[in-house]
């Protein structure tokens, strides 16, 4: 397994213990915004500038190895590593910070081949957010250890990043070779294998558990709040630089103490882990130091679930492209979703939460504000349903002419059927 951005993270921390000693002495063409900019890749580097200077002469560096050619051979190092993790927004914003020493010594020759991996750096960017498939620079495990024999890590968690090949079943096994090796013939290993709350006081004594669950970064911006599921919400807008030291899941429970139910007795709680660190790291696992919780009740998912098609919806139809040759990759990820959304075989998703909330003495059991949210949101994605099924018509050639029209029968099917539960869909449409 190569931990390339583990590894460029390293370089980066070295850059930066280099450049701060530098600035100390008023000795480089970086100033204290630039060592602010490093911090942004890689935050263990420090914004105290004078102190780092002093400690890193103190640990036997000497004046003689803080150079500036130092500090841009630990870049370029960051550099190459990056650009095999693929991260290639770090990529950018490590030239941004070469560019100026070059600028300085009127080194064209140099400069010209910066801008030049700019500009190829710039296209990997453009590919990357242009692509239908989501881009995936790594996955991301909550680990909590429970049992004496784990000592020190017992009753704590860790977030782990794994290469983003490396599945839920892929981790189990890695970690349960790990750690039955360290089992002695008093203590068994067991993996729990769901995200249930733990009782670590109600586990079996002599006994060890892990407990592994797939969680996703949060973005800065995000309304953790937000009913919607989460269908990989990092692939939208524009890829940044990403540095994460917030996690989440979200585990479906019902009050019965069963873990699925019916529409109208699935709850969900949304679990958000903060880490002690952010990620990429200088290490793939950092220690969880707080945790906190949320529950959405079974209208809150159903209502989460309409909303998350509806923009799904959406955004592939405001998503602007550029130029004529992107119509194709357009045209197969709306008919995509379309057909998730429209066709007659999966009407079922839509008219169950209707029938699970709408129909007869279900209906009486929601508040005001419930019902008219549930209405609404039904409303605006049968809207955008059929605007996306017009848009659709214009993008088809003869070939898909029939596929067109199991869309719009299933369209007229799913109207005719939530015009039982919602009479006003019709004239609304």
Known sequence: MQSWAEAAQCAVAVAGVIMQALVGRNDAVWSREHVASLRKICPVVS????????????????????????????????????????????????????????????????LAKCHTSLTNIYESILEQESSPIPFIDATYYRVGFYGERFGKLDRKEFVYREPRDVRLGDIMEKLSHIYESKMDGNHTLHIIPDSRQV??????????????????????????????????????????ARVFDRFLFDTPFTKNGKTQ?????????????QNEGSFPAL????????????????????????????????????????????QLPRLQSLQRILQGSVAVQVNSGVLSVCTAFLSGEPATRLRSQELQQLIAALL????????????????????????????????????AELSHYIPAILSEL
């Open 283 to 326: 290490v793939n696992r950092l220690l969880v130091v707080k945790s906190e919780s949320l529950e959405f009740s079974p209208v809150e998912n159903a209502i989460g679930m309409i909303e998350t098609r509806t923009a799904a919806l959406r955004n592939e139809l405001e998503e602007p492209r550029s130029s004529e040759g992107d």
């Open 47 to 110: 914004s105290d500038v004078s102190a780092e200077a002093s400690a890193a002469e103190v640990e036997g560096y000497g004046a003689s190895k803080l150079t500036v050619d130092s500090a841009v051979k630990y870049l370029q190092l960051a550099n190459k590593l990056f650009s095999q993790a693929e991260l290639y927004h770090f990529c950018a914003s490590i030239l941004e910070l070469i560019i100026p020493v070059y600028k300085s010594r009127r080194a064209y020759g140099q």
């Open 199 to 240: 009782n670590a006081d109600e586990l079996q004594p002599g006994v060890c558990y892990l407990q592994i669950t797939a969680v996703d970064p949060v973005m800065e911006d995000e309304d953790l709040g937000s009913r919607r599921e989460r269908i990989f919400s990092l692939s939208t807008g524009t890829v940044r």
């Open 380 to 415: 605006e994605f049968m809207a955008v349903c059929k605007r996306a099924i017009r848009v659709h018509f214009r993008l088809i050639g003869e070939e898909d002419q029939d596929f067109h029209t199991q869309l719009v029968n299933g369209f007229q099917s799913l109207t």
């Open 261 to 273: 139910g019916g529409l109208e007795d699935q709850w969900k709680r949304r679990t958000v882990l």
